[in-house]
């Protein structure tokens, strides 16, 4: 009796997994290493439109910028900063980054398109970028087009707490919008800020 159960109990303490135990845990290990892939994935596509939103974001706060500095030089009056159909200087619509004409404003009917400059070719804005050296400014640079870019200043009167127009108030919202490469859905960067005669 005693052999027996010497055997029985080196059988038991010999016992590996089951298949079934094997078969769990690669099932739960692909789990984790596919969710591991999948944030890896998010963080590069994150990455690559970094980019992008701080081109959107640098272009609505120059246009806001140059509204500031027309008014505060006297280049352009107060009323002056509307858009056209209000009797004013900026465009409506939506229109491609292109270089500010005569006036020195962008979004107004006097822009013109940019003159080709280095790699970047004569059209909407390009942004020169470092080539596969990663160093700007030798031989290898690449032309970045803005030309999925578009800008639109809307300039609106504000109001006073009442209801009643705020004739010494505007209100200029400034949209940059763009579409990434192989993405359709189109992304958008706005500005609102409030303007006055006022310096």
Do not use: W
């Not at 590996?16 to 998010?42: D, H, K, N, P, R």
């Not at 081109?55 to 706060?61: E, N, V």
């Not at 509204?67 to 009797?87: H, L």
């Not at 108030?169 to 609102?192: A, C, E, Q």
Request: with cysteine.
């Amino acid at each position: 009796m005693t052999n027996r159960n010497t055997q029985n109990t080196k059988r038991t303490q010999q016992r590996g997994f089951t298949l079934v135990e094997t078969m769990a845990a690669i099932a739960i290990m692909s789990v984790g290493i596919l969710t591991l892939i999948a944030a890896f994935a998010s963080a590069v596509g994150s990455t690559q439109s970094a980019q992008e939103d701080l081109i959107a974001r640098q272009k609505a706060l120059e246009a806001v910028e140059s509204i500031y500095t027309a008014r505060n030089t006297q280049q352009i009056t107060f009323s002056q900063i509307a858009n056209i159909s209000n009797g004013g200087i900026f465009t409506t619509a939506a229109t491609q980054l292109l270089s500010a004409g005569p006036d020195g404003l962008v979004n107004t009917a006097d822009d013109v398109s940019f003159a080709a400059s280095g790699p970047c070719p004569a059209g909407p804005e390009c942004v020169v970028v470092p080539g596969p050296d990663g160093i700007l400014g030798t031989a290898d640079d690449m032309a970045m087009s803005l030309g999925n870019f578009t800008r639109q200043i809307a300039i609106v009167n504000a109001l006073n707490s009442d209801g009643t127009i705020n004739n010494n108030l505007k209100i200029v919202t400034v949209t940059v919008t763009y579409s990434r490469i192989g993405n359709p859905t189109p992304h958008t960067y706005t500005v609102n800020t409030l303007i006055s005669p006022y310096r």
